[in-house]
Antibody
Framework: EVQMVQSGAEVKEPGESLKISCEAS????????IAWVRQMPGKGLEWMGM????????RYSPSFQGQITISADKSVSTAYLQWSSLKASDTAMYYC??????????????WGQGTLVTVSS | QSALTQPPSASGSPGQSVTISCSAT?????????VSWYRQHPDKAPKLLIY???KRPSGVPDRFSGSTSGNTASLTVSGLQAEDEADYYC???????????FGTGTKVTVL
């Protein structure tokens, strides 16, 4: 059974760094893209970027380029999303999702449960 | 780069059908080749309903159907059930380095 299990909720102050995780299981981790998606409180979904774990190739949304870093560790089948300096506007739910391996587009079939990040002084 | 616009709300009675539209701001025809649809219940992760315009992943009932016409993609939910009350998002390729973009979302209410 495919599972994407994310790390727990975080409360941080502006300017702090943060790295959240997404541990995958039940499939071959290295050969499926993993994306990160932001959902701000009461708002819609925003694609942030994705990584191909086999070679750690990454693609970022222009809206998030330079603001975040996506990485992966094949040895523990885990993808990461990190910030070097959080802002209050980073307060949101963050989801990881596996690229659906069938079809032509960038679609996501298995999702993590979400990690709530709260940035407040 | 394209943005995807959806109506903010739609509604229908149990057993009826509801159709949600999704329009791209660009004229990139590729946008409409790769449309997918997701359903999201409150405080839950999204669920993939439709990919490549009209295909359903295994396990998604045929009550859900997708199509395109001109510059608009659509999701139709037939035989509305209480569990269909949720937010629905279209998604597609947005052009350039924007490999994926989500629509603005539509809240479906089952009356």
């Amino acid at each position: 059974e495919v599972q994407m299990v994310q790390s727990g909720a975080e409360v941080k102050e502006p300017g702090e760094s943060l790295k959240i995780s997404c541990e995958a299981s039940g499939y071959r981790f290295t050969t499926h893209w993993i994306a990160w998606v932001r959902q701000m409180p009461g708002k819609g979904l925003e694609w942030m970027g994705m990584i191909y774990p086999d070679d750690s190739g990454t693609r970022y949304s222009p809206s998030f380029q330079g603001q975040i870093t996506i990485s992966a560790d094949k040895s523990v089948s885990t993808a990461y999303l990190q910030w070097s300096s959080l802002k209050a506007s980073d307060t949101a739910m963050y989801y990881c999702a596996r690229r659906f391996p069938i079809g032509s587009g960038w679609n996501f079939d298995y999702w993590g449960q979400g990690t709530l990040v709260t940035v407040s002084s | 780069q394209s943005a995807l616009t959806q109506p903010p709300s739609a509604s229908g009675s149990p057993g009826q059908s509801v159709t949600i539209s999704c329009s791209a701001t660009s004229n990139d025809v590729d946008v409409y080749k790769y449309v997918s649809w997701y359903r999201q219940h409150p405080d839950k992760a999204p669920k993939l309903l439709i990919y490549d315009v009209s295909k359903r992943p295994s396990g998604v009932p045929d009550r859900f159907s997708g199509s395109t016409s001109g510059n608009t993609a659509s999701l139709t939910v037939s035989g509305l059930q209480a569990e269909d009350e949720a937010d629905y998002y279209c998604s597609s390729y947005a052009g350039g380095n924007n490999l994926s973009v989500f629509g603005t979302g539509t809240k479906v209410t089952v009356l």
